[in-house]
T-cell receptor, first 114, second 111 residues
Framework: NAGVTQTPKFRVLKTGQSMTLLCAQDMNHEYMYWYRQDPGMGLRLIHYSVGEGTTAKGEVPDGYNVSRLKKQNFLLGLESAAPSQTSVYFC?????????????FGPGTRLTVL | AQSVTQLGSHVSVSEGALVLLRCNYSSSVPPYLFWYVQYPNQGLQLLLKYTSAATLVKGINGFEAEFKKSETSFHLTKPSAHMSDAAEYFCAVGAGYALNFGKGTSLLVTP
């Protein structure tokens, strides 16, 4: 079991460029999440999904879009990157609601927007 | 809204000393509470969770936490710190479908 994997591990973008972060899990989990981690801010929820084909906004969704076309994959897109989106992005998954049970985290993607 | 506050962004202990990381919660409903640990350049992994079954919760690597409703606290403890415990620790509360995290406490263990 690879668990939760994230691609890429590092990326540098220029302001205005677009990119997609890929999250994949092999645990057959229904729920998947995207968080961002900034120094002194903890982790903040960007978007989440409660099943294939469904997505919902979290605490800080502006500037991001997501898709869950396959149960095992959860994509996070930045259409026009801004320096404020420089952060470390973590994907997580859980078998039941992540508010009541364990979430499994990927290793993170470190994104820098110049 | 459910939220947690972690007291102290940095905590330093000597190897072998007691570890105490503080977390207070705010919740309008009986909370689900978690402690996660993040080692350098890694993702988060679950240390322990409180789901109302028992107020004293034991986790991995010798950590435990006690849920105290009267104090709205869920502090994390370990009797004897090890060098390998140096990491960032996050308290979190269940909110909606996901978690609200505290800002984290960085634990430094000195020889």
């Amino acid at each position: 079991n690879a668990g939760v994997t994230q691609t890429p591990k590092f990326r540098v973008l220029k302001t205005g460029q677009s990119m997609t972060l890929l999250c994949a899990q092999d645990m057959n989990h229904e729920y998947m999440y995207w968080y961002r981690q900034d120094p002194g801010m903890g982790l903040r929820l960007i978007h989440y999904s409660v099943g294939e084909g469904t997505t919902a906004k979290g605490e800080v969704p502006d500037g991001y879009n997501v898709s869950r076309l396959k149960k095992q994959n959860f994509l996070l897109g930045l259409e026009s990157a801004a320096p404020s989106q420089t952060s470390v992005y973590f994907c997580a998954s859980s078998s039941v609601e992540g508010s009541t049970d364990t979430q499994y985290f990927g290793p993170g993607t470190r994104l820098t927007v110049l | 809204a459910q939220s947690v506050t972690q007291l102290g962004s940095h905590v330093s202990v000597s190897e072998g000393a007691l570890v105490l990381l503080r977390c207070n919660y705010s919740s309008s409903v009986p909370p689900y509470l978690f402690w996660y640990v993040q080692y350098p350049n890694q993702g988060l992994q679950l240390l322990l969770k409180y789901t109302s079954a028992a107020t004293l919760v034991k986790g991995i690597n010798g950590f435990e936490a006690e849920f105290k409703k009267s104090e709205t606290s869920f502090h994390l403890t370990k009797p004897s710190a090890h060098m390998s415990d140096a990491a960032e620790y996050f308290c979190a509360v269940g909110a909606g479908y996901a978690l609200n995290f505290g800002k984290g406490t960085s634990l430094l263990v000195t020889p």
